[in-house]
């Protein structure tokens, strides 16, 4: 496939490193326990073979069938383990009978009709293979001709056909899978009909991902079944304000449990023109398993560590099932975080380094009305951009720049011709910015958008002069204090695990991140003390290099050294204002904070369902 085409409809490889994740943790590490506790026990293994045989599966977008295919073969292998124990030194003159597991067990679901019948193909081929594989232990030659039984793969939109006509929920052993990757922004319009139709009785469903459709049709499916489900999904649907969407209802309403998780993993695949993408695996079912499993991947070495939770959250942590929804004030009490100023000015009022130049020259007043103006691109990369701050500048004096009288006409007729209704009300005022938010005293900015490679989101001080656009948030009044918590690892593993994500790029939220982020809740003097004077000494260290971009200090491969200790000593002094004992890892860092934002919410949820039922009984 062309890789636009590719991207638009997710059909994205999944490589059978991935696919083995899901499955071991799904169904394979069980069956392979079992078998090795009854191995010696032949009832119990004749027992063990039938329920094998009797295990079906089903892949609601299944493509060629990969996920199908390695499904198969691993089932197969585990069944000839059985077989070789139960028949070895015996004499059998057919192998055939020996079997109990065949291709029938495998159910998919493709909306193009190439895909499935290559599904359907390899299914037979995998199944020759085994059976060769068979043939090879017992010497004799064995071959399944003719085809009288094949995997089940239907055509059509996974998303409008009913899955009870592939198969019951009551004979389904395992939902699996990779559904599409298609980002909120990125669906067709046949996909948003598809979204519409599955979360249209949703607040706010539109704003899921497309691939969030398949969870909750598979939580419908399973209902009062034994039936578990395991998803590789993008880590989106972990973070940001689709969690509070997508399982506040999985977790309510179907009352569904998170039996296993596979956190953040990078995305593998030999396929050319590959998502770039970073991954979850999700298995659920509305049989809660006693013992959960939280996995965890080294990126470096590629192995993976599994440690038990008592219950995983909807972030992938051990937690409760509480989720982060939007606040339009912080839980704790700091300073307010609000956006910068917006000018709508469709480029009219903004001035290049050029362009700023040519206008001061030629009319030297206008240097009192041009001042800096910048984002999180001018901020992080040292850039220089201008724009025009006429809110106080007197009417003949701009009519006397001509310049400038032609760049107010264009934004007022550019403004006019909007589709939004605010900014053509707004053309009356071409002088001035459509949202003036500049606060009136130094200021914290803190860029809405940063990359996802940086270990920290460089963030720092500014005077009132220098004006902010969208692209940033600012915290007015803030203090150094505030800043050393928000540079710190603790606030950093916060937002890294609730922020959403542009691309793979952290995108800050004032209503998700900052807002909901649990602050130490009393710390002493002195451990405030000590946050200021680390927090004080990050920004010497950026100082020390004044012709350096904060992109470049920041940079992993790039960030000086001094920096670098001085963010691990300002990490620990924050850390010591939450706890004595320093935290172990991030996930360490994360679900401390998460059982501490419980603590905190609980009292302000009592409070809000109080005020809700005091007005419902007026």
Known sequence: MEPKERRQIGAHYTSERDILKLINSLFMDDLRAEFEKIKENKNRLREFQEKLGALKFLDPACGCGNFLVVTYREIRLLELDVINILYKG??????????????????????????????????????????????????????????????????????????????KPSECSYILGNPPFVGKKEKEEEQRKDLIAIWGDINNGSNLDYVTCWYRLAAKFIANSKCEVGFVSTNSICQGEQVSILWGVLLNKYTLAINFAHRTFAWESEVKGKAHVHCVIVGFGEQSRPMKKIYEHDAKTGKQYASIASNISPYLVEGSNIVISKKTKPICSVPIMDFGSKAADFGFLTLSPEETKDLTENYPKSKNWIKQFIGSYEFINNKKRYCLWLKDVQPEELRDCLPVMDRLEKCRKARLASVDQNTRRWAAYPALFQADRQPQSEYLLFPKVSSERRQYVPLGFLPPEIITNPTVLVVPNAQIYHYGILSSSMHMDWMRQVCGRMKSDYQYSNTI????????????????????????????????????????????????????????????????????????????????????????????QALLETKVKGKKKS
């Open 513 to 604: 991140v900052y807002n909901n982020f649990p602050w130490p809740q009393s710390p002493t003097e002195a451990q405030k003390a000590k946050v200021e004077a680390k927090a004080q000494a990050v920004l010497d260290a950026r100082a020390a290099y004044p012709d350096a971009s904060l992109a470049d200090l920041y940079d992993p491969l790039t960030m000086p050294a001094i920096l670098v200790k001085a963010h691990s000593e300002l990490d620990r002094a924050v850390e010591q204002c939450y706890r004595a004992k320093p935290f172990a890892s991030d996930r360490e860092r994360v679900e401390f904070l998460f059982a501490l934002y419980e603590k905190l919410f609980a009292p302000l």
């Open 90 to 167: 015996q004499q059998v003159t057919s192998v055939e009978f020996l079997l109990k597991v065949d291709v029938d067990s495998m159910h998919g679901i493709e909306i193009n009709e190439f895909p499935a019948l290559i599904a359907e193909v390899a299914m037979w081929l995998i199944d020759h293979q085994m059976n060769q594989r068979l043939s090879e232990a017992f010497g004799k030659y064995y071959v399944r001709l003719p085809l009288r039984k094949s995997a089940k793969i239907v055509l059509g939109n996974a998303l409008r056909l009913d899955w009870n006509e592939v198969i």
